[in-house]
C-alpha cells in the first residue's frame, strides 16, 4: 500500500485508508482511481501530478 | 494584537502581527448588516429607510474602497501555517453561519408583522436577498475546508439562499474548468452579465448534479439517497420556507422567490467579474495549463476585502483554493480591478460601462498584449472586438 501527496495542497491519498468521502474504499490503488481523478481537497491538480511518497519521506 | 513568531534556520526568528486579525470581525458581523434597516424603519416609521443598508453598500463600500485603498501586505510564508492553525479564524467564519439565519428570519418577521407598502415589500425582498447571497461567500470558505463540521456548516449556511449544490459545483466544477470557455461560472470577454446569468445559473446547477451522481455512483448508491449532499442542502431549505409559508401564507411567496433568486444573483455577479475574458492556454495534449494568479481578476481593496473573509483576493485563491481567508496573498502583477467587488458589480450591471473600462483593461494585460488567442471571447465577437479596439489588438 502506497501513498501519493498534491503536489499544490499537500492532500495525500492513501490506498490503505482510500478516502471515503469521494467514495473511494479502503484498499483502492492509485493506479485504479479513474484518468479524470482530481485532487479531492482542491481540485486543481490531477492524478498525472500526484507524487509517490516513499515510505521513509514519511514523518508520521 | 497578536504576534507569530517562527523561528528560522536562516534567518533567525521572524515575527509578524496580523493587522487584520480583529478587522475579521466585520466579515463575520456584516450579514446583520440589513437589521439596521429594518430598525431605522421601526424607529422612524419611514418605510424607505429599508433602503439604507442595501444603499449604504453600494455607495459607502465602492467610496470607502476608493479612498482607504489597497492593503498590498502579505504574511511571510513561514508564519502561514500558524496562522491557519489559529481557530480564531474559523470561528469568525462559523459566527456569520446562523447569523444568515438570524438575518433571514428578522425580515421574515417584518414582512408578515408591518403593513408594508409594495416598494417596501420589494426593497426588503432584494435587500435580504442580497444579504443571503454573502451566506454564499461565507458558505465558499467553509466549503473549501474538507474537515466534516467545515462541510456541514457550509451545506447549512448554503440553505439559507437555497443554493445546495454551489460546493461542489465550485470545488470540483468551476475551479478545476476556471478561465476556459466549458466554464459555465468564467465570463467571456463580450458576454453581458445578463447573457452570462443564463449560462451561468443552469450550467452550475447541471454541473453540480452531474458530479454529485458520480460521486454517489462510487459509493454504489442512488441519486437520491440520503447521502446526496445537494439533496441534504435543499432538505434544510425546503423545510424552512415551507414552514414559512404555511405559517404565514401565500403573502410570502413572492418574498422568497425574490429573496433566493436575488441570492444567485449576487454569485453571478462575483463569477461575472472575477475571471472576465480571462483564459488558460491549451497545451499540446488537449488539456489547459494550470491555473496561474494571472487567470483570476485581483482586488486589493482592503475595505471590501474585510467585508467579504478575502474573496478578493481571488489571484491566490485559484491558484491555490485550500489557502484560508486570513493567509491569501497579493501578487505584483496580476489582473487588477478597478474598485472592490461592490463597485465592480454596480459597472457590470451598466454593460456599456463594464465593456468601456474592461475591455481595454483585459487586452492591455501583460500576458495577453492585444493577443485576442489568448482571451476568452465569445464566439461571434472576435471581429467586432478587433474592430472596436483596434488600436490594442495585435493581428
Ligand atoms: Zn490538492
Redesign the pocket.
Known amino acids: 500500500m502506497a501513498k501519493y501527496q ?6 495525500i491519498y492513501d490506498e490503505a485508508t482510500g478516502n471515503e468521502h469521494e467514495g473511494y474504499e479502503p484498499g483502492t490503488r492509485f493506479e485504479d482511481l479513474s484518468d479524470d481523478f482530481a ?7 490531477d492524478k498525472e501530478d500526484f507524487a509517490l511518497l516513499e515510505k521513509s519521506s514519511l514523518k508520521k | 494584537m497578536k504576534t507569530v513568531t517562527f523561528d528560522s534556520p536562516a534567518q533567525g526568528t521572524i515575527s509578524y502581527v496580523d493587522k487584520k486579525r480583529g478587522l475579521w470581525w466585520m466579515s463575520a458581523l456584516y450579514p446583520l448588516f440589513p437589521i439596521t434597516g429594518l430598525v431605522l424603519h421601526g424607529l422612524t416609521g419611514i418605510e424607505l429607510m429599508l433602503l439604507v443598508p442595501m444603499a449604504a453598500a453600494y455607495i459607502f463600500v465602492p467610496l470607502f474602497d476608493y479612498l482607504l485603498g489597497e492593503d498590498l501586505s502579505n504574511p511571510p510564508e513561514e508564519v502561514v501555517a500558524q496562522l491557519e492553525q489559529d481557530r480564531y479564524y474559523s470561528r469568525l467564519l462559523y459566527l456569520a453561519v446562523p447569523l444568515h439565519f438570524i438575518t433571514f428570519f428578522a425580515a421574515v418577521y417584518w414582512i408578515v408583522t408591518q403593513d408594508l407598502s409594495m416598494a417596501g415589500y420589494l426593497i426588503l425582498a432584494v435587500g435580504t436577498g442580497m444579504t443571503s447571497g454573502l451566506g454564499i461567500n461565507t458558505g465558499h470558505e467553509l466549503g473549501h475546508k474538507t474537515d466534516p463540521l467545515s462541510r456541514l456548516m457550509a451545506k447549512i449556511v448554503l440553505a439559507v439562499p437555497g443554493y445546495g449544490h454551489f460546493c461542489l459545483e465550485h470545488n470540483a466544477g468551476h475551479h478545476r474548468h476556471v478561465a476556459t470557455p466549458e466554464d459555465s461560472a468564467s465570463s467571456k470577454m463580450g458576454e453581458n452579465i445578463y447573457a452570462f446569468a443564463l449560462r451561468e445559473i443552469p450550467g452550475g446547477f447541471k454541473r453540480a448534479w452531474q458530479l454529485e451522481k458520480v460521486r454517489l455512483q462510487r459509493k454504489g448508491k442512488s441519486m437520491w439517497s440520503p447521502s446526496n449532499e445537494l439533496l441534504q442542502s435543499y432538505a434544510i431549505t425546503a423545510i424552512i420556507q415551507i414552514s414559512l409559508l404555511i405559517a404565514s401564507g401565500w403573502m410570502l411567496l413572492p418574498f422568497l422567490i425574490i429573496h433566493n433568486f436575488l441570492a444567485w444573483w449576487q454569485l453571478t455577479s462575483a463569477n461575472y467579474i472575477e475571471h472576465y475574458g480571462l483564459l488558460r492556454e491549451k497545451k499540446a495534449n488537449g488539456s489547459y495549463e494550470r491555473c496561474q494568479p494571472h487567470h483570476s481578476w485581483n482586488s486589493n481593496h482592503v475595505f471590501s476585502n474585510l467585508l467579504l473573509y478575502h474573496l478578493e483576493r481571488h489571484s491566490d485563491h485559484h491558484a491555490h483554493p ?1 489557502r484560508h481567508y486570513q493567509s491569501l496573498r497579493n501578487f505584483d502583477d496580476v489582473p487588477a480591478l478597478p474598485n472592490g467587488y461592490f463597485g465592480a458589480y454596480l459597472m457590470a450591471y451598466c454593460p456599456p460601462i463594464w465593456f468601456a473600462v474592461m475591455n481595454p483593461r483585459l487586452l492591455k494585460l501583460q500576458h495577453i498584449q492585444g493577443d485576442l488567442s489568448k482571451v476568452n471571447i465569445l464566439p461571434g465577437k472576435r471581429e467586432a472586438m478587433e474592430q472596436k479596439y483596434a488600436s490594442l489588438v495585435v493581428a
Open positions: 498534491c503536489p499544490d495542497c499537500g492532500y485532487c479531492p481537497a482542491c481540485f486543481v491538480r | 485550500t
